[in-house]
């Protein structure tokens, strides 16, 4: 078993679609290990993005994620990162991600598709320890 960081970023909340994103995740047989409503800090979001640090968009990013509530949630199953990964779609949710994805279904644009997901298990390690320090 394995356990991924998975964000419902503010857009997805605001947009409702907390619900819809964790009966997806549920439906595919993954479980909730951890789940909180709440608004992040400038330098947790940076912490969370370190790896797009100096990139364009990284201040839109970071202005993005800290602008309204998010879900940050510890998921956990049987190849749960790339499940959840699949789950998501690609990046962009219009070029990359297909229908059937939450990204494919409910997303236009790629600063706001809607969800995130570790990458690999050293990202998820990584996540894991900013946004649920005790577990
Ligand atoms: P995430 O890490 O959120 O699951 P990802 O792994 O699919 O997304 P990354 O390349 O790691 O994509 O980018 C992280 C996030 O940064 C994206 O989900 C998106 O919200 C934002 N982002 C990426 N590229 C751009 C861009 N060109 N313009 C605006 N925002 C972007």
Redo the contacts with the bound molecule.
């Keep these: 078993s394995e356990r991924t960081l998975v ?1 419902v ?1 503010p857009d997805g909340v605001s947009r409702g679609l907390v619900g819809e994103v964790i009966s997806r995740i549920e439906r595919k047989g993954l479980r909730l290990a951890a789940l909180e409503l709440r608004t992040v800090d400038e330098a947790t979001a940076k912490q969370h ?1 370190a ?2 640090d100096g ?3 990284f201040n ?2 970071v202005e ?1 994620i800290t602008g309204g509530p998010l879900v940050a949630i510890v998921v956990e199953g049987t190849r749960a990162i790339s499940a959840f ?1 699949q789950l ?1 779609g ?2 962009d949710p219009v070029e990359k991600a297909t229908p059937g994805t939450i990204r494919g279904d409910f997303g236009l644009e ?4 809607l ?5 690999s298990v050293e990202s998820a390690e990584r996540e894991i320890k900013i946004w649920f320090p005790a577990l």
């Design positions: 964000l970023k993005y790896e797009h990139k364009s968009f839109d990013l993005f990964r998501a690609g990046t790629v600063q706001f598709n969800v995130h997901g570790s990458d």
